[in-house]
């Protein structure tokens, strides 16, 4: 009996705990604790508390930019309240959208379009401990655990570097976070401080997730007074645009809306958008809400 109890108690301890004794572990805590001068107690210990969501697979394995059609997912991202919110936050926050704008070339309406997408205006940043979607991702999700494994190791960089706590920081099922939902890496790379207060901070100052929306967008290409897409038609992109038009580079899409084929192109600003989410449906659902919050 005894010996049952005792088997019991280890096997919930490791469930509950697995990531400490993953077969990856060793090479994590090795590479944050000799590269990067981690405490190799304070990396065990976050392990040991850490949790394996398969909820965080099922959602990343079926996300709704590649799996609904074009109606649903505009239905979602262009409805009234969405669009009521947005107005009001671009009301609230005029002089640093305005700031942005002038700075970055990058119009408030788009600013705040992506904070509405991605956050509802900072209302809803994700209720997943990023460590848990991390390192579920990083080490049991073999699609994609190259890319999340090295999320994981910037999320350890950026929780010290800012003096985050990493075991109750939340975000999306994916890792993302803040108003903008910026993963580990772009965190890191494209957060500004934009309150002037010395720390990017994006969970809790609009103005820092305003700044660094727009500077990562200027950052990955946008152009300013540019236009993000054009509508065509059928076989006729070339026609349309040609090298002289001064566009380096521009996407042919056609989605299906309300039973019609509509074509579109998109252009440098349209791409720009896809580097912060690679759907083209993201694009444009943010290029619809942005044209929407247009006063």
């Known amino acids: 009996m005894k010996k049952l109890i005792f088997t019991l108690i280890f096997t919930v301890s490791y469930l509950q705990s697995d990531y ?6 060793k090479t994590l805590i090795n590479e ?31 996300p709704a930019e590649f799996t609904w059609t074009w109606d649903r997912y505009k239905k979602l991202f ?6 009521k919110n947005g107005k009001l936050f671009i009301n ?9 704008e002038k700075e970055f070339g990058v119009p408030k309406e788009v600013i705040t379009a992506i904070i509405g997408v991605e956050t509802r205006y900072g209302k809803i940043q994700g209720n997943y401990r990023v460590i848990d979607s991390l390192l579920t991702l990083g080490f049991d999700y073999p699609r994609r655990s190259k890319f999340f494994r090295k999320e994981l190791v910037n999320f ?37 401080d934009y309150d002037g207060d010395g720390n990017a901070d994006l969970f809790n100052s609009v103005d820092d997730a305003i700044g660094s929306v ?12 540019g236009e993000i897409v054009y509508e065509t038609f059928p076989n006729n992109v070339r026609k349309v645009f040609k090298p002289s038009d001064g566009l380096s580079k521009f996407i042919p899409l056609s989605f299906n809306e309300d039973g019609k084929d509509i074509n579109f192109i998109g252009d440098d600003n349209f791409i720009a958008i896809t580097k912060y989410n690679i759907s083209h449906f993201y694009a444009m659902a943010v290029y619809h809400l942005s044209e929407e919050l247009k006063i």
Do not use: C
């Not at 262009?78 to 669009?83: N, T």
């Not at 609230?92 to 942005?100: G, R, V």
């Open 32 to 62: 944050l604790v000799n590269e990067h001068g981690f405490d190799e107690s304070f990396v065990k210990d976050v392990l040991l508390n850490a949790e394996k969501k398969q909820k965080i697979i099922d959602s990343i394995s079926k």
């Open 20 to 25: 400490l004794y993953h077969p990856e572990a």
């Open 214 to 225: 727009a500077n990562y967008l200027y950052i990955h290409g946008w152009k300013r007074e």
């Open 156 to 192: 350890f960089l950026l929780t010290r570097e800012n003096e985050l706590d990493i075991l109750n920081i939340k975000g999306s099922y994916a890792g993302a976070m803040g108003y903008g939902q910026f993963i580990s890496s772009s965190y890191r790379a494209y957060a500004i």
């Open 78 to 83: 262009i409805e009234e309240k969405r669009i």
């Open 92 to 100: 609230e926050n005029l002089t640093t959208l305005q700031k942005a």
